[in-house]
Every structure is written in C-alpha cells, then in structure tokens.
C-alpha cells in the first residue's frame, strides 16, 4: 500500500532545515541531483533552509577537484543553499574534514559510556565468520568477535596483531528501531537482524560516516534527513547514535532511487550519467527533471 507523502513540516517552534550532504568522492550523478532536488521542493514548500555540508572525511576517496566539480554541477542543475562551505553560515565550518573535534567529543561520549568498544577484526574476518551478507544492506551482520563479553571474554579485543583498533557501536540485539519515514510510512528494523554492531570510528582515525552524519545534522539543527532509500538500515543505525549522545533525531524522507535501464542503482560506473556528462551532451537541467515533478514515484527519464 503506498504511504501519501507526508507534507515537509518542521516540529513546532523549529524552522526547517534540510540539508545536502554530497561526498566529494567522484562526479555527482543523477540519482544525486534527483535526492537533491527532492530536498530543495521540501525545504522550500516548508519555507525553510538548505544547508550543503561536504562530507569529505575519508581522504583516499576525496579529491579537491570533486569538491570543485560538486559545487559547480549542483549549481548548474539549480540548487541553492543558504549555508555552506562557499558561503559560510552560523553552524561553519560546513566541511567535514574541518569538523573532527567534535566527532572525536561524541567518540568519547559513547566510550564513557561502554557503548561502543574497540575491535581488531578484519573485513576479511568478518567475511569468513559470517555466511552471507543480509538483508538490503551490503554490510554483513558483525559476528560479535571482539564484543565485550562474547565468548566469555571480557572485552578485551581478541586480536594479536599489531593493528590499530576500529570502534564499534553495540547494537541493542533484537531490539525494534521504528520510524515514520515521510514517504515510505513506518519502518521497522530489527537490531542484531537487519544490521549488527557498526563501526563509527575507523582504524585509520577517520569517523565512520554514520557517527559524523548524526553529529553534524544534529549540530546543525537540521530537522528533517532526505536522502536516498538505499540508507533506509543506516537511518535505523542512526537512530541508535542520536538516542546514545541524548539528541534529538531529526524526521526522515527517503527518496527513490534512479536505476539504469537495467534496475540497477546509479553508482560512480555510470559515467554517462553524471551531471558533468550529461551537461556535456547538451542535455538542460529542466529536460532532465522532465519526469520527475509529475505526483506519485516519478519514473526518471534517461
Ligand atoms: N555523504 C553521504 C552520501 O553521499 C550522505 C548520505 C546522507 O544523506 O546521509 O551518500
């Protein structure tokens, strides 16, 4: 049955803000500029801010010249925003990779707190101790390796090699994570089912995307996430974080994602659908967004 979109409405006595968070990482595509626009109609019919935050934390993938290209393509499809990285606003600076201090406050929060602890296991670990990846997520479930008290040990990362621990955040096992998504109505995930013990700290000291998402929308007095469906599990995980630093989670909107012409998800492979290509081509923003402002799921037009 299909949820009717709930109207873009901030909780009373909050103004709106959205934001759009795009990772410097590669050409933005469009499945980015359609989640984008999404977040640009809501903040404006609830006459509200667009906030652009660069998430720029993890320095092999991001490159000055995305950030450059980024900026340039959101302007060329139509997008605005009131505060940003080019245009500084009170909740600066709208970059990540300049933001550390205050992932490394909420880190030590959740440490103080015993509810994350360090783990030494290797993506390869992990692949070998569990079957299959599960759900939606691509993620598989973490097996509970270096979890405090599995396997009757006490916390203590088993690892003996000389690698610097990841931290992980302790999922409530079997706990239900509910939330009323404004376009698919309410959701419901599982912990330790649909998702397990995530990491937010990396071993190369980098934040893990989810604890510097939810640090920063939450700094930022965002009050209500568009993005798109595939982060539906990460929003669940989210949940837990704004639950475990004491923050108000903002509401969520979890957009269509645009597939090529074989169902599959726009990715970095379809460089025939960047925005730079597409540009490139001749092809105009309001020609691109044709088939996307008609009522119901827009079926984009490629
Ligand atoms: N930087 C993330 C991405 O591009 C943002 C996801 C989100 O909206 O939280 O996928």
Not at 45 to 62: F, H, M, N, T
Not at 89 to 107: D, K, M, T, V
Not at 146 to 161: A, I, L, W, Y
Not at 175 to 187: A, N, T
Request: aromatic share 8%.
């Amino acid at each position: 049955m299909n949820h009717r979109p709930n109207p873009p409405e901030a909780p009373p006595g909050r103004p709106y803000r959205g934001r759009l968070a795009p990772s410097p990482t590669g050409y933005l595509h469009l499945g980015h500029a359609r989640t984008f626009w999404t977040a640009r109609e809501r903040a404006r019919a609830a006459g509200g801010v667009l906030v652009l935050r660069s998430e720029d934390l993890d320095p092999d993938r991001c490159r000055p010249e995305f950030v450059v290209a980024m900026l340039e393509d959101l302007r060329w499809f139509g997008l605005d925003w009131q505060e940003g990285p080019d245009c500084g606003g009170p909740h600066a600076p709208y970059e990540q990779s300049r933001r550390i201090r205050w992932y490394r406050e909420a880190l030590s929060r959740l440490q103080a707190g015993g509810q994350v602890y360090p783990c030494t296991c290797s993506r390869k670990d992990i692949r070998a101790a569990v079957a299959a990846p599960q759900g939606a997520d691509d993620e598989p479930i973490y097996p509970g390796t270096c979890r405090p008290g599995f396997g009757g040990r006490t916390g203590e990362s088993r690892g003996t090699s000389a690698r610097p621990p990841c931290w992980r955040f302790r999922v409530p096992d079997g706990e239900v994570i509910e939330f009323v998504d404004g376009r698919l109505g309410l959701q419901r995930l599982v912990a330790g089912r649909d998702f397990g013990d995530f990491v937010v700290w990396r071993p190369d000291g980098v934040p893990a995307y989810q604890l510097a998402c939810v640090v920063d929308d939450a700094a930022m007095g965002i009050t209500e996430v568009v993005r798109g469906a595939d982060l539906v599990v990460s929003t669940a995980r989210q949940l837990l974080l704004y639950r475990a630093l004491e923050r108000r989670p903002p509401a969520f909107y979890h957009c269509a994602l645009v597939t090529d012409a074989a169902g599959r998800r726009l990715a970095k492979r379809h460089d025939a659908l960047s925005l730079r290509a597409l540009r490139a081509q001749g092809r105009t923003p309001e020609e691109l967004r044709a088939g996307w402002e008609s009522a119901g799921e827009p079926i984009p037009q490629l």
